[in-house]
T-cell receptor, first 114, second 111 residues
Framework: AQSVTQLGSHVSVSEGALVLLRCNYSSSVPPYLFWYVQYPNQGLQLLLKYTSAATLVKGINGFEAEFKKSETSFHLTKPSAHMSDAAEYFCAVSVPYNNNDMRFGAGTRLTVKP | SQTIHQWPATLVQPVGSPLSLECTVEGTSNPNLYWYRQAAGRGLQLLFYSVGIGQISSEVPQNLSASRPQDRQFILSSKKLLLSDSGFYLC??????????FGPGTRLTVL
């Protein structure tokens, strides 16, 4: 079965600095990949998704991620962190034609320092 | 547009009491529906999913059950809550590209 590993349970950056949240996946077939954000006591909100089209995916709030098959990675980046980016971020993987087997990473908590 | 509702938003229940959490989806037909639990500081654990009315699949053995009495209604239940049932419960539905859309969640505290 497919899986994802998020490297780093906590990441801290200064406001205005680059945000880099790491995600590596494992899948026996070409995967679909997702990044979600969760603010305290709220549900998960989709930031962006990769579904086998362009490998550089742009999402909401200035985030983007690049699918790199050779590295089995799907890292999330944002050029300049904002205080409002502080949240928990989840990487997830699924496979085409199987809606019922989405696997989530353990999450990375992003802290933004003023 | 599609929306997903969950209630209640928060719940405090004594050990041994029953539980009923409700999830409803608007703006779509025949969605796949999911219940997840998120323990403090941990990722998401899939509890149940449903591909149609009356069709429930359980992912892990547990103290909870799920039902789908209507196309866009998904209920999570327990006859007797345990302390370990505390957590943040999330309902979700899925689109054609497998992306899942999540409800606002229910914070359950079992005392």
């Amino acid at each position: 079965a497919q899986s994802v590993t998020q490297l780093g349970s906590h990441v801290s950056v200064s406001e205005g600095a680059l945000v880099l949240l790491r995600c590596n996946y494992s899948s026996s077939v070409p995967p679909y990949l997702f990044w979600y954000v969760q603010y305290p006591n709220q549900g998960l909100q989709l930031l962006l998704k990769y579904t086998s089209a362009a490998t550089l995916v742009k999402g909401i709030n200035g985030f983007e991620a690049e699918f790199k098959k050779s590295e089995t990675s799907f890292h999330l980046t944002k050029p300049s962190a904002h205080m409002s980016d502080a949240a928990e971020y989840f990487c997830a993987v699924s496979v085409p034609y199987n809606n019922n087997d989405m696997r989530f990473g353990a999450g990375t908590r992003l802290t933004v320092k003023p | 547009s599609q929306t997903i509702h969950q209630w209640p938003a928060t719940l405090v229940q004594p050990v041994g009491s029953p539980l009923s959490l409700e999830c409803t989806v608007e703006g779509t037909s025949n969605p796949n529906l999911y219940w997840y639990r998120q323990a403090a500081g941990r990722g998401l654990q899939l509890l149940f999913y449903s591909v149609g009315i009356g069709q429930i699949s359980s992912e892990v053995p547990q103290n909870l059950s799920a039902s789908r009495p209507q196309d866009r209604q998904f209920i999570l239940s327990s006859k007797k809550l345990l302390l370990s049932d505390s957590g943040f419960y999330l309902c979700a539905w899925t689109s054609s590209y497998n992306e899942q859309f999540f409800g606002p969640g229910t914070r359950l505290t079992v005392l």
